[in-house]
């Protein structure tokens, strides 16, 4: 059994779902939890009550018996100053200037730390993942657009307004295609997602016998065509949907030759839902990166490793970054329980 | 009158030119000297050796009579391992793994740093120019390419291998120009000082009169125009050359939006020959940075601020790192002169 307090709840807010999870100091997941998250339409202090919902839960949680829960943790899609703890500005949340770490202090009466998702995804491959022991480590999260963080001696590099690791807008196609954050021809309109559902749908849409196993993924509606739909056909061996993997990966590749040519890590940890088709999309991201990257020959070309924690990456990154900002807070610091 | 053993020197290695000084505590470059860089086709030894009496030059200069030369700082154009002091690959020096600094120190009998040039120019412009008080600070040196540096609350990032801060060779254009580096489309075939070269001597061929202003400043042949001559030309109100800048700013400010959505610095410094054209160049950058970087309307932007040091940065900053290094190295720490 886990000493009193060693428990912390990890919450990740995405778009779409609220995950969370009550989470050991060795990274484990000991209990689960989630809800839907309130519509764009809806206010932020209807994703707040879902947060404060869900946390409650987990702290009332039959496992965490007899254990105080140390802090609370939030990873929110989102620009966040992780220094006040203020959502800055979150596209899908409905969040402006959002100071959601006091007010979730004030009303769970915990310490709560919140964090932008991606931060908190990648620190928990740094921690229990696979970017344990790399003193340069960059994390890739390919989602629905691109998302990031650097790692350098074990410390998160958040930026001067705590926004670093937005890879995805980088310029790669001028007058490409358009994206979400008003530019065209980002990165991330070519290595995300987005493209595989995307692609899957136009393949769909196009037909013929090349379309077949997608086509019978969606029913032979292109429109309920996701991306985890093309993962799984390529997975299955689907010649076209591994085309596509093919693309996806090159784009990858090159894109991370330019991060790794300005950050030059020892490490690339590449997450998130597009990760699982694993060395379908790393491969050609590999090669791409060999091929791309300035000096190569005369330099180390960093290794490129698939994420090993998943889905829970998020949230489990959240209660240990939680948990850690508890125990070098100066009013706990005193507490014999906190690692 | 400085303490003993107050003064360093300094040497910025190019590919064209050895700029040397002697340099204070404060930054001043108290004497210069120089030398031209052996060719291509001479070998390593040819470099070293002009570095080294240089060096005993400016060591024996009157203005350090009496004053011990505590430390020799060499900023090299290439990849640099800075923890051994080796250039890994000087595609301009035909260096192959140099062990430089080793050598350096055992025929100068001095302590001696060898850090990579666009490094030592960036901590230059960290310590005294353009970038003093700026807790995340990226600075760009715009030459023949764009080289660069990362420094994050005093410190340069180096990254695993000492090779961070190459951001001029992200892709930008699929297909596009062909770089030194071997790929297409790199950034800095967009918004370095080979772009003004190049455009100028189109401007010169193509005639007409809009090509006045540049075909006098190089006598009517195109070959001999230089990126030089296209900026002062730009400074004097010559439109087409103005053109130019504002094109090779766009680009810059385009590229720049992709490293400030990576990195959320708070200041972006450029220095570097091309820097020259100050507002002319710069203006346009900070607009288009301003339109594409991620998140704007939410966020601030960062100030991109022309560096103060012009020319002498480079040997500036490796004169000072050096001096840094040797009072901070466990042999010299017990000198009471050292600062």
């Known amino acids: 059994m886990s000493p009193p307090g060693a428990l912390a709840v990890g919450i990740d807010v995405g778009g779409t779902r609220v995950k969370a999870g009550l989470v050991d100091p060795g990274g484990t997941v000991v209990a689960t939890s989630g809800r839907w998250t309130p519509g764009r339409r809806t206010g932020p202090a209807d994703v707040e009550a879902v947060i404060v919902d869900v946390a409650r839960e987990l702290a009332a949680h039959p496992l965490a018996a007899g254990q105080d829960v140390c802090a609370i943790g939030v990873g929110a899609a989102g620009f966040v100053d992780a220094g006040r703890g203020t959502v800055v500005f979150a596209p899908h949340l409905s969040w402006r200037d959002e100071p959601l770490q006091d007010r979730l202090r004030e009303r769970l009466g915990r310490p709560v730390l919140v964090d932008n998702d991606a931060h908190a995804a990648a620190w928990a491959e740094h921690r229990f993942g696979a970017g344990v022991g790399e003193s340069h480590l960059v994390v890739l999260t390919l989602g629905t657009g691109i998302g990031g963080a650097i790692l350098t001696n074990g410390e998160l590099q958040r930026g001067r307004h705590g926004l670093a690791g937005e890879f995805g807008h980088q310029q790669m196609v001028p007058g490409g295609r358009r994206c979400e954050c008003g530019n065209r021809g980002c990165w991330e309109q070519y290595a995300s997602g987005s493209v595989l559902r995307r692609e899957g749908q136009e393949i769909v849409r196009t037909g013929g016998p090349h379309a077949a196993a997608l ?104 209660a240990d970054l939680a948990r850690r900002a508890a125990a070098n807070s100066p009013e706990r610091s005193a507490s014999p329980t906190l690692p």
Chains 1, 2 share one sequence.
Do not use: N
């Open 215 to 318: 086509s019978a993924a969606c029913g032979g509606d292109a429109a309920l065509l996701e991306g985890v739909h093309l993962t799984r056909a390529a997975r299955a061996g689907d010649p076209a949907s591994r085309e596509v993997m093919v693309e996806v990966g090159r784009w990858l590749g090159t894109g991370l030759a330019g991060v790794v040519a300005a950050l030059d890590p020892g490490t690339v940890v590449v997450g998130g839902g597009v990760s699982e088709a694993g060395d379908l999309l790393l491969d050609p991201a590999r090669a791409a990166l060999a091929r791309h990257l300035v000096g190569r020959g005369h330099r180390p070309v960093p290794q490129v490793l698939a994420a090993r924690l998943g889905v829970d990456a998020g949230l489990v990154g959240a």
